[in-house]
């Protein structure tokens, strides 16, 4: 299959809208990442995403809507928790997982009895959504396992001859995955950090967001994740990384004694001209936001450069920079040094 690369305007938003109401994949910005669209009502589109990424089946779609008016159908109820966090939120990169609606296809939702939604804000979806009429199922545009793309270049990199088309948009703002909750439970539980903090939800929703474990540490052999996501190797490059928690100090002094052909450091702005290997930086100290906005970029460079051996200087791990850290210890494999 040939992939075009279509810059953003009114024809190649039209070609998309067509190729989603035919059931075909289209590739595309959101705030986030970039995602891979088709028809979340339609299983036999739905089962190309898993195709095209080479994604376990039991791992749900997040399905997308451009207004509230699309929840019907999609969604059995709209707790008023959702309705708040909509309000707060939406548009947005949050998604929240609701007891699942009927015109959901088994395929988009794993199977589960709920669904995750998620209303993005950034124009390319709404437009694409608001063209096609049609609600889509969208994963993060890289092959699973890998870190999740931010630009169209990194998409291609990932999707060439996998699906028919894909709009660029541009660099994704945030640079991470939407913030995943889940109000379908007793309690409001965190099942995926991003840019919307459980703090931030706690002070719209006026209660605790319980977070799940599985955010910040491995699984326990047999243990069913909330967020059948949480249980895949994900984000990793081809390099073996493993994050070093400590000072800088003692971080330097760490590389100083492991400096080697083939060993990178993955340090914070400004750090790399003082380390004693070639470095990749990721966004400042104590800024969650532009670390995570660099983090997946950075991941991949890593890659182009050759790197076989990664030590990456530790984020946070609460607020926004809970979305970095928990994706660092994915692409880690949870190796985490004490310095
Ligand atoms: O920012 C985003 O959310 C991007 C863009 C493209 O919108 N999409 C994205 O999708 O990250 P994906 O498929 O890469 O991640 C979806 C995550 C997975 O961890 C999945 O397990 C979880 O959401 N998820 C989806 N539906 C769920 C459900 N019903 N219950 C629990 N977890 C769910
Ligand atoms: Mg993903």
């Known amino acids: 299959m040939q992939t075009q690369v ?25 705030e986030t990442v970039y995602g891979i669209a088709a028809d979340a009502r339609n299983p036999e589109a739905v089962k190309k995403i898993f195709a095209a990424k080479g994604r376990p089946q039991d791992n749900p779609l997040i399905v997308h809507i451009a207004g509230m008016e699309m929840l019907a159908g ?21 998604t929240m997982v609701l007891p699942r609606g009927p015109e959901v296809a088994d395929v988009t939702c794993a199977g589960l009895d709920t669904v ?14 608001r063209a096609s009429g049609v609600a889509f199922a ?47 439970g007793e309690h409001p539980m ?13 002070d719209v929703l006026g209660e605790e967001v319980l977070v799940s474990h599985a955010i910040l540490e491995k699984l326990r052999p047999g243990e069913t994740a909330r967020s059948p996501g949480m249980k895949y190797k994900h984000y990793a490059p081809k390099a073996e990384v493993t994050i070093l928690r400590g000072s800088w100090a003692h971080y330097q002094a760490y590389l100083a004694d492991h400096a080697g052909p083939g060993v990178f450091a993955l340090c914070f702005a400004g750090e790399g001209a003082r380390l004693p290997v070639p470095a990749i930086e990721y966004g400042a100290e104590g800024d969650g ?48 040094v004490e310095v």
């Open 6 to 30: 279509l810059p953003v305007n009114e024809q190649s938003i039209a070609l998309a809208a067509q190729l989603l109401r035919r059931g075909e994949l289209v590739a595309l910005p959101t």
């Open 74 to 94: 999609i969604v059995s109820a709209v707790p008023e928790r959702a309705r708040r966090l909509a309000a707060a939120f939406w548009p947005g990169p949050l």
């Open 116 to 129: 995750g939604v998620r209303m993005p804000s950034h124009p390319v979806v709404q437009a694409v959504i």
């Open 138 to 184: 969208a994963p993060s545009a890289n092959l699973s396992g890998k870190p999740s793309p931010t630009n169209a270049a990194d998409t291609l990199a990932d999707m060439d001859g996998r699906l028919p088309l894909i709009l660029d948009g541009g660099d994704s703002a945030v640079g991470v995955e939407s913030t995943v909750v889940s109000l379908a």
């Open 190 to 202: 965190l099942l995926r950090p991003g840019y919307i903090t459980r703090e931030q939800m706690e």
């Open 289 to 336: 936001a532009a670390q995570a906005h660099r983090l997946f970029t950075a991941l991949r460079e890593l890659d182009k450069a050759g790197a076989r051996v990664v030590y990456a200087r530790c984020p946070a791990s609460s607020g926004v920079s809970m979305a970095g850290y928990n994706r660092l210890l994915r692409a880690a494999a949870f190796r985490v």
